[in-house]
């Protein structure tokens, strides 16, 4: 039987808490459903990597299978938890990618990194410019983590400020201004270096 559009955020929820409940058979009917939203969200972080980067989408999208598969921790909540769970997992295997690149010394073009169009840093060298960012996304969650989850589910995950509002159990008013916030504090940062 093949569920309708508006029946699969609701499918994809049961088929988590299932996965959360022991079930690993719900796992594999959860891999279809989410496949398209992952490789979407996959291609938004590929297009923030510099040209001729190594890494493909599809190896991005596995990379974060394995890590979502691998958790001891699978108390989904949702499908928008479940989105901002595989966002910070992509999130950092890039950065792990980045990092290992760093090392290499390569050098490189001047390019941009933007957040929305508010936060633009510009270095020679785009993996110093992604570590940048991880390094004051870092600093933003100690100095508030609620803040350092909306960036990462907004500017890395996609999701809207609804979704955000339900993972995080706030009003959607506050992920606006902590997403304003956000932005701006981040922009400040990234202007240091």
Request: glycine letters at 4%.
């Amino acid at each position: 039987m093949k569920l309708l559009m508006k029946e699969i955020p609701h499918q994809i929820t049961k088929l988590l808490i299932d996965w959360s409940n022991g079930k690993p058979e719900a796992f594999d009917e959860l891999v279809p459903l989410v496949y398209d939203e992952l490789r979407m969200m996959a291609r938004r972080f590929m297009r923030q990597q510099p040209l001729g980067h190594t890494f493909q989408t599809t190896e991005l999208i596995h990379e974060a299978y394995l890590k979502l598969a691998g958790r001891d921790d699978k108390n989904w909540q949702n499908r928008a938890h479940f989105f901002g769970v595989a966002s910070k997992a992509m999130r950092h295997i890039l950065i792990d990618y980045a990092r290992s690149k760093n090392r290499e010394k390569r050098g490189g073009n001047a390019e941009r990194l933007t957040l929305e169009d508010h936060i633009v840093a510009t270095t020679t060298n785009r993996a110093e410019e992604i570590i940048a960012l991880d390094n004051a996304l870092k600093q933003l969650a100690l100095l508030d983590e609620r803040k350092n989850q909306v960036v990462e589910m907004k500017f890395f995950g996609g999701l809207t400020t609804e979704e955000i509002a339900e993972v995080l159990k706030i009003s959607p008013e506050t992920v606006k201004r902590d997403w304003s916030f956000s932005k701006t504090w981040l922009s400040r940062e990234l202007a240091k270096i």
